[in-house]
């Protein structure tokens, strides 16, 4: 079963959205975590967004990628959801993973009226997921490039 690491910046939103749909799409096939560089709080937005899709995500805990790598876990797959600039911080993990990048806006940047940030939100949401769903389906092929 493919090990699936999705990565952000605060592990708060983006990589909490995609491992979410991950565990959603995949069903079984996958054993996926997200982790962040500077681990911080849940966006209470993308908690929403995810709920009006049925996921609950809601007392979720947030970890550091430089956690995961003490560990000394690997993964097949390392995907960084956060702009190109923070993906270039990520570490390297043990192993022969192959490293994504999938560039999406920063919930935590957005600001305006609730209604504004929301729809901001759910435009990121909305990007993660179809990468996600092309993701699981073309999984299968990727791991086996090399």
Known sequence: MPKV??????????SQMAEAYLRKFGRDQFEVESAGLEPGKLNPYVVRALQEEGIDIFGKKTQAVSD????????????????????????????????????????????????????????????????????????????SQD
């Open 68 to 143: 995961l790598l003490k560990q000394g876990k690997s993964y097949d797959f390392v995907i960084a959801v956060c702009a190109k600039e923070a993906a270039d911080r990520c570490p390297t993990f043990p192993g022969h993973a192959k490293r994504l990048v999938w560039s999406n806006a920063d919930p935590s940047t957005f600001s305006g009226s609730d209604e504004k940030i929301m729809a901001q939100v759910r435009e990121v949401r909305d990007a993660i997921k179809e990468q996600v769903r092309q993701f699981a389906v073309e999984a299968p092929s990727l791991a």
């Open 5 to 14: 690491l999705f990565i952000c910046t605060h592990n708060s939103a983006r």
